[in-house]
């Protein structure tokens, strides 16, 4: 089936759904050049936000498929990576490669400004697309791009191949760079990152510029576009936010139960985990900063009613770890707390010291990176949180 007569213009209207003309007439020419259609496999399964995940299959339902390639929902390509088909589904799954948001594609490509010549280093092959919209950018002579799983990598290779572009694809795990067709002008990075790596401000020439997925950690996740200086650093600015699958060897262990009776405690909080759920991305980047604390939250249904648990884990120590739970019709709500941190206590500390910093927004939060580690600051480099 050819592509419908209205798919391009509905593929260039979810780059940019709701701010107009905010993306380059550059990216705009590169997602005409390599549409993502060239790189959606037959069978995917979208994942539309506040909606319930459903099938496409281009053999039996081409229309829906060309729906969902061109709009603005990610698809997913790859489960559990790739131990699960993804015709069988569970309601509760583990994404492990996709197709991203032609909107959040076109945005990290808008703050990377990619020019031809430049070389450039994109972590994640995942399905090719981003690989063959920065070959068209910057020239695939001139693209390497690295991906952990030899299967997806092939798998790419071939839409790549149909697209008639070859950049160099490489298999290996991305937070190791590449150091051998290095230095790098910009590096491009589609999966979820905690640590940011040095070996990529290593890697790269002065002046540089590295857009990534940064998840440090509690709530959101969000857009960071780093600039590496001359003194080996790189420094930069939250741009916006961002949701990917984490890089797999960033993905945090499961929490798990402590060998000890006596670490655990249980007491009841008047701060509803739901309140802390819906905090602005100012606000989870204050927590995350000042206390290092992963959270993720479950909502699920219990008798007549919705109950939601919210987890507060120490990524460096799965025996430290907390629970809060909301339900309907309570005024506070039980914790149950595990190991020798009190993890939850520090999460309710850091959100009254974001209230006395006066709320700022995500925009005013930035990172430095150094072969030290990294720095999450508000305002300016040298008010390091």
Not at 66 to 86: C, K, M, Y
Not at 94 to 119: K, Q, Y
Not at 312 to 323: E, H, L, T
């Given at each position: 089936?050819?592509?419908?007569?209205?798919?391009?213009?509905?593929?260039?209207?979810?780059?940019?759904?709701?701010?107009?003309?905010?993306?380059?007439?550059?990216?705009?020419?590169?997602?005409?050049?390599?549409?993502?259609?060239?790189?959606?496999?037959?069978?995917?399964?979208?994942?539309?936000?506040?909606?319930?995940p459903y099938l496409i299959d281009r053999?039996?339902?081409?229309?829906?498929?060309?729906?969902?390639?061109?709009?603005?929902?990610?698809?997913?390509?790859?489960?559990?990576?790739?131990?699960?088909?993804?015709?069988?589904?569970?309601?509760?799954?583990?994404?492990?490669?996709?197709?991203?948001?032609?909107?959040?594609?076109?945005?990290?490509?808008?703050?990377?400004?990619?020019?031809?010549?430049?070389?450039?280093?994109?972590?994640?092959?995942?399905?090719?697309?981003?690989?063959?919209?920065?070959?068209?950018?910057?020239?695939?002579?001139?693209?390497?791009?690295?991906?952990?799983?030899?299967?997806?990598?092939?798998?790419?290779?071939?839409?790549?191949?149909?697209?008639?572009?070859?950049?160099?694809?490489?298999?290996?795990?991305?937070?190791?760079?590449?150091?051998?067709?290095?230095?790098?002008?910009?590096?491009?990075?589609?999966?979820?990152?905690?640590?940011?790596?040095?070996?990529?401000?290593?890697?790269?020439?002065?002046?540089?510029?590295?857009?990534?997925?940064?998840?440090?950690?509690?709530?959101?996740?969000?857009?960071?576009?780093?600039?590496?200086?001359?003194?080996?650093?790189?420094?930069?600015?939250?741009?916006?936010?961002?949701?990917?699958?984490?890089?797999?060897?960033?993905?945090?262990?499961?929490?798990?139960?402590?060998?000890?009776?006596?670490?655990?405690?249980?007491?009841?909080?008047?701060?509803?985990?739901?309140?802390?759920?819906?905090?602005?991305?100012?606000?989870?980047?204050?927590?995350?900063?000042?206390?290092?604390?992963?959270?993720?939250?479950?909502?699920?249904?219990?008798?007549?009613?919705?109950?939601?648990?919210?987890?507060?884990?120490?990524?460096?120590?799965?025996?430290?770890?907390?629970?809060?739970?909301w339900r309907p019709g309570q005024t506070?709500?039980a914790v149950h707390q595990v190991g020798?941190?009190?993890?939850?206590?520090?999460?309710?500390?850091?959100?009254?010291?974001?209230?006395?910093?006066?709320?700022?927004?995500?925009?005013?939060?930035?990172?430095?990176?150094?072969?030290?580690?990294?720095?999450?600051?508000?305002?300016?480099?040298?008010?390091?949180?």
């Amino acid at each position: 089936m050819q592509a419908p007569p209205d798919y391009m213009d509905r593929l260039l209207a979810a780059l940019d759904p709701e701010k107009a003309g905010d993306i380059s007439e550059f990216v705009k020419d590169a997602v005409r050049t390599v549409p993502r259609h060239l790189f959606v496999p037959h069978v995917g399964l979208v994942d539309p936000y506040g909606r319930e995940p459903y099938l496409i299959d281009r053999r039996t339902d081409p229309s829906a498929w060309w729906d969902a390639v061109g709009s603005v929902e990610p698809i997913v390509t790859q489960l559990d990576d790739g131990r699960t088909p993804l015709a069988a589904a569970p309601p509760s799954y583990n994404s492990s490669s996709s197709s991203s948001s032609p909107a959040t594609v076109a945005d990290f490509l808008n703050h990377l400004a990619p020019e031809p010549g430049m070389r450039v280093l994109d972590v994640g092959t995942g399905t090719g697309w981003t690989a063959g919209l920065l070959s068209h950018l910057a020239g695939q002579e001139n693209v390497v791009s690295i991906e952990v799983d030899q299967a997806v990598s092939d798998e790419a290779a071939k839409n790549l191949a149909a697209a008639g572009l070859r950049p160099h694809l490489v298999v290996g795990d991305g937070a190791a760079g590449y150091p051998a067709l290095g230095p790098y002008d910009r590096i491009h990075v589609t999966c979820g990152i905690r640590d940011i790596p040095y070996a990529w401000v290593e890697q790269c020439r002065p002046e540089a510029v590295i857009v990534l997925p940064w998840h440090p950690g509690f709530g959101a996740s969000h857009a960071l576009r780093l600039e590496v200086l001359g003194d080996g650093t790189a420094q930069g600015r939250v741009v916006g936010g961002a949701a990917y699958m984490m890089m797999r060897s960033q993905r945090l262990r499961p929490d798990r139960e402590p060998e000890q009776e006596e670490d655990r405690r249980d007491y009841w909080s008047a701060l509803d985990p739901r309140a802390l759920d819906a905090l602005s991305a100012g606000a989870d980047l204050a927590i995350s900063a000042l206390t290092g604390l992963h959270s993720h939250v479950q909502s699920y249904p219990e008798g007549d009613g919705e109950r939601l648990r919210m987890w507060v884990s120490d990524p460096g120590d799965a025996r430290r770890w907390a629970i809060a739970v909301w339900r309907p019709g309570q005024t506070r709500h039980a914790v149950h707390q595990v190991g020798d941190r009190p993890v939850w206590d520090e999460v309710l500390h850091a959100y009254a010291r974001w209230v006395e910093l006066g709320e700022p927004h995500w925009s005013d939060f930035g990172v430095t990176v150094t072969q030290d580690g990294t720095r999450i600051w508000l305002g300016s480099p040298e008010n390091v949180l």
